[in-house]
Each structure stands twice: as C-alpha cells, then as structure tokens.
C-alpha cells in the first residue's frame, strides 16, 4: 500500500467490506486462525485493538502469515504506538478521538489512518486538516444514525465508519446511511468462540456480516 496524501484516510480499507471486525486477541495464538476464518468468512479487512499485550504480536502474526488479510491497529491513542504499530506490520491505523500530535503521527506513517470523532467541531477541525473519512465513535452512545443523517446536510464531504454498540440488527440501518462507507464492530468475533478455537463460528458469522452490503445498502 503506497503511502496516502495528506488527505487520505482509510478509506481503501474501508471500500473493502461493509464490516470492519474490531476484534480484541488476549492470545497472540489465536490470531492467525481467527484472521483466516474472518477472511475466509468475507470480511479482509481486520482491526487488532491495542487492548491487550499480545495485540503487536497479533498485528505482526497475521501480517506474516496471512496474506489476504488487511490488518490494521485500532486503539490507538498516543502517538509513540504508531511507529510500534506500523513496525508489527499494520496497514491501516485507528483511533478513538485525536489529539493534534496524534493526528500528525498518523498522518506521516505512510499508512491510511481513521481518526475518531464524536462530535460536529471534531469533524470540522478534521475537515480543515484535510481529512475527510473518520471512525465515529461510540456510535450508538453519540446519537447513531440519528446524529450522521443530520451531519449529511452541512458536511456531505465528511464520510464515517460508526462503530461502537453496532450490531447485525443495527448495521444495516447505518449502511444505508449516505455519509456511511462501512461499520466496525465484534460480533462475528464473540469471545467465547475465540477463547475455544471455534472458528467456524467465526466464519459463519463473518460471512453474515459481509452479506449485509446488499441488506443495508453499499458500502460507499
């Protein structure tokens, strides 16, 4: 992936299915075969959140071992962990709010990044930055689809991927959305199949989510 112009995002990784997984690995073991039943499933694009200390090592193990996955790192919240991050093999970044020093680490990685925003001065300040597609979050806490139908008139330039709270009965709703590309979320990757290897859940479940592009509309 060529590195993005100041006012890319990650917007590639996000035209890539309607679902991002977040998805939270507390065993770095477990990332290689639980990438591989996302993937499998239709969903190539996975974020790893920095919640737990096996996260790099999981970046770093599905970077290496599977090849059709777009992995990125999620959580990201100082900007001392995006040199860490790209380092693992991430190729997209995601963070939960921004500050100005994390925003200009972001944008010098050479690599998408999605910004996360709650709020309408959020979003303007971004759009002054010349960043145009963010992470809106947490979604359902900060007004859902109620709250981008209404940015869509004042800010049509701005483009969202909501995640937080989202599931499969509300995603669709959000997907039809015309300032929404694609939603994050983790239940195709619930904790119990993971911590028991049952990765044919996985599969199953990622595979419903990827259907949801023609049950909710496109992902822009």
């Known amino acids: 992936m060529t590195s993005p112009p100041p006012s890319s995002s990650a917007a590639s990784v996000l035209d890539l299915a309607p679902v991002v997984p977040v998805v ?47 992995v990125g790192a999620g959580t990201v919240i100082a900007a001392e962990q995006v040199t860490r991050c790209v380092a693992a093999g991430a190729r997209f970044l995601v963070s939960p709010g921004w500050t100005d020093a994390l925003l200009g680490e972001m944008r010098g990685s050479g690599v998408p990044f999605l910004p996360g925003v709650s709020t309408t001065s959020e979003v303007v300040a971004l759009l002054e930055f010349g960043v145009r597609e963010m992470k809106f979050f947490p979604a359902q806490a900060a007004g859902g689809t109620a709250y981008l ?33 694609c939603v994050g979320g983790s239940w195709m990757a619930p904790a119990d199949a993971v911590a028991a290897g049952d990765w044919g859940r996985v599969q199953e479940l990622a595979r419903a989510a990827a259907g949801l592009r023609g049950a909710g509309g496109t992902c822009r």
């Open 24 to 70: 939270v690995v507390p065993d770095a073991r477990a990332a290689v075969p639980l990438a591989r039943a996302l993937v499998a499933g239709g969903l190539p694009a996975i974020e790893v959140t920095l919640r737990t200390p096996a996260a790099l090592d999981a970046i770093r193990a599905i970077a290496e071992e599977v090849p059709d996955a777009v």
């Open 149 to 181: 139908r209404s940015l869509a008139g004042p800010l049509p330039q701005a483009r969202f991927c909501p995640t937080g709270g989202i599931g499969p009965a509300t995603a669709p709703e959000y997907l039809s959305l015309p300032n929404v590309r």
